[in-house]
């Protein structure tokens, strides 16, 4: 059965166009407004979502705030293609757990082989690593995307929640910035590792006491899971 895929474009001949791409390989799902897009996806329950972010009715990033605060949208994986490129739009994206992005003009078999990428990888990772982990005062169950820190059940965003799961499969282990880069969000060390340092501080403050300290900063190199009494 193949995967599906809806797809959230205002534009009708770029919808038609990423159509005639995708149908050949995923079922696929068209939407031109935001509002009718979360309802379908409330029903659906695809296996991705393809953004475009020239949306209609509703800005995107405000879109995906609202998809991320849903139960059916919080751990949807999410690809964007933006009209041009910009350093902020992209880390905000990463911020609101989107696991690629891409601005035109792009190869649309670029934009498949991506597409693909993120879906292997969220099937890779549940295959792997769907273990319940439990370190310190920090559990996490990836099966029901469960973290648990001083017995207080948190709602942790995709990325985050991800972040957390390499962070504590290597406790004990020094994670260079790149390295987490290529794990979490499948893209090349030599993409900005900003994006790394952002998500870090918003796992930190999610975790909260009892949590957070656990997470170290080892200078010039990347992060530690440090496991307590280590």
């Not at 599906?4 to 696929?28: C, G, H, P, T």
């Not at 990772?125 to 310190?136: F, V």
Request: proline share 6%; hydrophobic share 40%.
């Amino acid at each position: 059965m193949p995967y599906q895929v809806l797809i959230l474009e205002a534009d009708e001949e770029q919808r038609v166009w990423l159509q005639d791409w995708f149908k050949n390989e995923f079922s696929v799902t068209l939407c031109t407004y935001a509002k009718d897009a979360l309802e379908r996806i409330k029903t659906l329950k695809p296996d991705l979502l393809l953004l475009s972010l020239d949306t209609a009715d509703i800005p995107p990033l405000t879109f995906l705030s609202v998809l991320r605060d849903t139960d059916y949208g919080r751990a949807l994986p999410v690809v964007a293609v933006s009209p041009k490129k910009s350093e902020e739009t992209t880390l905000r994206l990463f911020e609101l757990g989107v696991e690629d992005s891409l601005a035109h003009p792009f190869d649309p078999r670029e934009l498949m082989a991506r597409c693909r990428t993120v879906l292997r990888r969220r099937l890779e990772r549940h295959d792997h690593w769907g273990t319940p982990l439990s370190i310190g005062l920090v559990e996490i169950d990836p099966s029901q995307r469960k973290c648990v820190v001083s017995g207080r059940r948190l709602t942790l965003r995709p990325r985050e929640f991800a972040l957390l799961e390499v962070l504590m499969r290597k406790a004990g282990r020094v994670l260079t910035r790149p390295y987490l880069l290529e794990s979490v969000w499948g893209m090349s060390s030599d993409a900005d590792t900003r994006a790394v340092d952002v998500m870090v501080s918003r796992l930190r403050r999610s975790l909260g006491e009892g949590g957070a300290e656990l997470i170290e900063t080892v200078s010039k190199l990347g992060y530690c899971f440090r496991p307590p009494g280590t």
